[in-house]
């Protein structure tokens, strides 16, 4: 595979960069339920998260495995089922470790980057491995 300056892998540039993409997504969701609507920070994050969750794996689908693409509704939904289950573990983490950081007075805008940054890596290993057969 290619690698981007030679040491980071152009797929993994893309995932980190769709990832970005769902950061903001993330964020939107996050304040819009915290700040705006009032539910509490966990319920908050658990949504923020499985929407953003759902948005790279569309984005992941479309573009940084464009060549591995699942097509046709059936791959394409059995896909994102496998994604969702197989970051669910990311996810989890990612939620726990926010909460209990938003918890313990950490301000919740760092307290969500921890969980975004600690469910990352991870869902791009197993991800790559079992929705898009590489690593």
């Keep these: 595979e290619r690698s981007f300056g030679r040491l980071i892998p152009t797929r993994f540039a893309l995932f980190g960069t ?8 993330h964020f939107l969701i996050l304040s819009a339920l915290f700040l705006r609507a009032g539910r509490s920070f966990a319920l908050a994050t658990i949504i923020a998260t499985f929407v953003a969750m759902s948005f ?26 496998g994604f969702c ?11 726990a470790a926010a909460t209990l ?5 950490v ?11 600690i469910g ?5 290993a197993l991800s790559s491995k079992f929705v898009w057969g590489r690593y």
């Design 85 to 95: 289950i197989t970051c669910s573990v990311g996810a989890f983490a990612n939620v």
């Design 18 to 25: 769709v990832g970005a993409l769902g950061v903001i997504v």
């Design 101 to 105: 950081l938003e918890s313990r007075g």
């Design 56 to 81: 790279n794996f569309w984005l992941n689908n479309w573009l940084t495995c464009r060549d591995q693409r699942l097509r046709g509704w059936r791959d394409v939904i059995w896909g994102w089922i």
């Design 120 to 124: 990352a890596v991870w869902n791009y």
């Design 107 to 117: 301000y919740w805008v760092a307290a969500a980057v921890a969980g975004i940054v």
